[in-house]
């Protein structure tokens, strides 16, 4: 069992940055691959980043390549979503997820159905 609390959003205007941060307990923390996901209204859950357990594989969606990075800190049991120069389509619920059992060769971040746990999600707004 795992449970996912984020934090850090807020409102921002363009151009500028926010850190969220996605706090794990529950289980061995280090063995989780990690994603954000986000969800404006009307729309559909959307991909945004994603890192394995190893610490060593990240993946972002194209939308956000080169202005977010994700990273962790095993120590703290937390994921982080650093995201510079947000724009105003950046606007959404963002979503921690985590999945716990191994996905060996098989690591398909990009997909919801990827995961087993998620957060309850945290308010983004980017002002023009």
């Known amino acids: 069992q795992v449970t996912l609390v984020e934090s850090g959003g807020g409102l921002v205007q363009a151009g500028g940055s926010l850190r969220l941060s996605c706090a794990a307990s529950?289980?061995?923390?280090?063995?989780?691959?990690m994603g954000w996901f986000r969800q404006a209204p009307g729309k559909e859950r959307e991909f945004v980043a994603a890192i394995r357990w190893s610490d060593i594989t990240a993946y972002y969606a194209d939308s956000v390549k080169g202005r977010f990075t994700i990273s962790r800190d095993v120590a703290k049991n937390t994921v982080y979503l650093q995201m510079n120069s947000l724009k105003t389509e950046d606007t959404a619920v963002y979503y921690c997820?985590?999945?716990?059992?191994?996905?060996?060769?098989?690591?398909?971040?990009?997909?919801?159905?990827?995961?087993?746990?998620w957060g309850q999600g945290t308010q983004v707004t980017v002002s023009s």
């Open positions: 997820a985590a999945r716990s059992s191994p996905s060996g060769s098989t690591w398909y971040p990009w997909l919801v159905t990827f995961y087993e746990h």
């Open positions: 529950g289980r061995t923390f280090s063995r989780h691959d």
